[in-house]
Nanobody, 114 residues
Framework: QVQFVESGGGLMQAGGSLRLSCAAS????????IAWYRQAPGKQRELVAR???????TTADSLKGRFTISRDSAKKTVYLQMNSLQPEDTALYYC????????WGQGTQVTVSS
């Protein structure tokens, strides 16, 4: 059974940085695309960034230059480095496969104050 466990969120001031972690089990990184998603209060869930089995990455245009996705296959963990955080980055962050979705984890809350 596939399971994702997100961690690393917190309360930050604008301009700060955070690195989120997604520990995955029951899934092979080399044959799956893993993505970070986020959902802000009252908004739809959106795709933040994804990393393919080959290791190539795609980041949402609006977040390029600030957010970077990476992985450590040996640790079965995908990371999201977030720099220059802004209040609009406040959301619950999740990881999952892309484009098809599997079971969602609990997510990790990121709150950015101005």
């Amino acid at each position: 059974q596939v399971q994702f466990v997100e961690s690393g969120g917190g309360l930050m001031q604008a301009g700060g940085s955070l690195r989120l972690s997604c520990a995955a089990s029951g899934i092979t990184f080399s044959t799956n695309t893993i993505a970070w998603y986020r959902q802000a209060p009252g908004k739809q869930r959106e795709l933040v960034a994804r990393i393919r089995g080959s290791g190539t990455t795609t980041t949402a245009d609006s977040l390029k230059g600030r957010f970077t996705i990476s992985r450590d296959s040996a640790k079965k963990t995908v990371y999201l480095q977030m720099n220059s955080l802004q209040p609009e980055d406040t959301a619950l962050y999740y990881c999952n496969t892309w484009p098809s979705l599997l079971n969602w984890g609990q997510g990790t809350q990121v709150t950015v104050s101005s």
